[in-house]
């Protein structure tokens, strides 16, 4: 088991500039990166993450969740004092491709420099602080009805008895992640990696403005923050004060509904689902 701790002067470069991406070579479709069998070292692909994300990072190799995420935890510490965020990820090719600039031009203008990303990474921030995370909310679950009809949405059943979950992230994995990085992004808000790792836009899934204004509402509501970016279809995020009441658990279920169609948690109930949310430390969303 090797760790490899990597703040290379180009991260540091890229930091300077706010992050950016290296562009698309010409002439070149999609996909970008061929997958292939992880050997030693890093990956083209999470180069290219980590060149976009444009921050100090450290880098692991065939370590397990559980070696990653306590020192996550230290750097969460670390970064309360100095200022920044951290955040894990675990790359593939595709939220390489997803992290091209060429691509975020394509579907939200961003501009294709580095100052033309931070700029598009300022105004999306401020955007998202002025929302109103409960018309996000209504507005997709109408959305939802439209698309799918009132009859597909799950019906309201009765609440159960559940043991909260009481899990870290990562700490289900029982093999050894082949290749993960601790990115330290400068913001003290962890709502806002939504916006510094702007995945998302597809099918069901709520595109970066989205989803940082459900992130901000998570977190003044709950102390929850994005902890793991997995892939380009998949966050875990963790709180400190999960909901207790009926009540509480009942509107959490409803705004995880909508904010994520496909949990499989809803396929019994909203009140089914609400009751495992109760006490409950760590959030998974996934999207297909």
């Given at each position: 088991?090797?760790r490899?701790?990597?703040a290379?002067?180009?991260?540091l470069?890229?930091?300077?500039?706010?992050?950016?991406a290296?562009p698309r070579p010409?002439?070149?479709?999609?996909?970008l990166?061929?997958?292939?069998?992880?050997?030693p070292g890093m990956t083209?692909?999470?180069?290219?993450?980590?060149?976009?994300?444009?921050c100090e990072?450290?880098?692991?190799e065939?370590?397990?969740g559980?070696?990653?995420?306590?020192?996550y935890?230290a750097l969460a510490a670390?970064g309360?004092d100095e200022g920044f965020t951290?955040?894990i990820?675990?790359?593939?090719?595709?939220l390489a491709?997803?992290f091209?600039v060429?691509?975020?031009d394509?579907?939200?203008s961003?501009g294709t420099?580095?100052e033309a990303?931070?700029a598009?990474?300022?105004?999306?921030?401020?955007?998202a602080?002025r929302?109103?995370?409960?018309?996000?909310?209504?507005a997709?679950?109408?959305?939802l009805?439209?698309?799918?009809?009132?009859?597909?949405?799950?019906?309201l059943g009765?609440?159960?008895p559940a043991?909260?979950?009481?899990g870290?992230?990562?700490?289900?994995s029982v093999r050894p992640?082949?290749?993960?990085v601790?990115?330290k992004i400068?913001?003290?808000?962890?709502w806002?990696?939504?916006?510094?790792a702007?995945?998302g836009?597809f099918?069901?899934?709520?595109?970066?403005?989205?989803?940082?204004?459900?992130?901000?509402?998570?977190?003044e509501?709950?102390g929850a923050?994005?902890v793991v970016l997995q892939g380009?279809d998949?966050?875990?995020?963790e709180l400190?004060?999960?909901?207790?009441s009926?009540?509480d658990?009942e509107?959490l279920?409803?705004?995880?509904?909508?904010?994520?169609?496909?949990?499989?948690g809803f396929?019994d109930?909203?009140?089914?689902?609400?009751s495992t949310l109760r006490?409950t430390?760590a959030w998974?969303f996934w999207?297909?």
């Amino acid at each position: 088991m090797h760790r490899k701790i990597l703040a290379g002067a180009l991260a540091l470069a890229l930091l300077a500039l706010s992050g950016c991406a290296a562009p698309r070579p010409a002439n070149t479709d999609y996909p970008l990166y061929e997958p292939e069998t992880k050997g030693p070292g890093m990956t083209d692909y999470c180069k290219a993450i980590v060149d976009f994300l444009g921050c100090e990072y450290e880098y692991f190799e065939f370590t397990m969740g559980d070696e990653i995420y306590a020192r996550y935890e230290a750097l969460a510490a670390q970064g309360r004092d100095e200022g920044f965020t951290p955040l894990i990820v675990i790359p593939t090719d595709t939220l390489a491709e997803t992290f091209d600039v060429e691509f975020l031009d394509e579907i939200y203008s961003t501009g294709t420099t580095p100052e033309a990303l931070a700029a598009w990474r300022e105004r999306t921030i401020a955007e998202a602080a002025r929302a109103d995370a409960s018309a996000f909310f209504q507005a997709e679950q109408e959305r939802l009805e439209r698309v799918y009809g009132k009859r597909s949405m799950p019906s309201l059943g009765s609440f159960a008895p559940a043991q909260p979950d009481r899990g870290k992230p990562l700490s289900g994995s029982v093999r050894p992640e082949e290749e993960a990085v601790i990115v330290k992004i400068p913001t003290r808000n962890p709502w806002e990696l939504a916006i510094w790792a702007p995945m998302g836009g597809f099918n069901d899934c709520p595109e970066p403005l989205d989803m940082a204004v459900a992130f901000r509402h998570w977190q003044e509501q709950y102390g929850a923050v994005p902890v793991v970016l997995q892939g380009h279809d998949s966050w875990e995020l963790e709180l400190t004060r999960p909901p207790q009441s009926d009540a509480d658990c009942e509107t959490l279920a409803r705004e995880h509904m909508v904010f994520c169609f496909d949990l499989a948690g809803f396929a019994d109930s909203i009140r089914a689902y609400a009751s495992t949310l109760r006490g409950t430390t760590a959030w998974g969303f996934w999207w297909d």
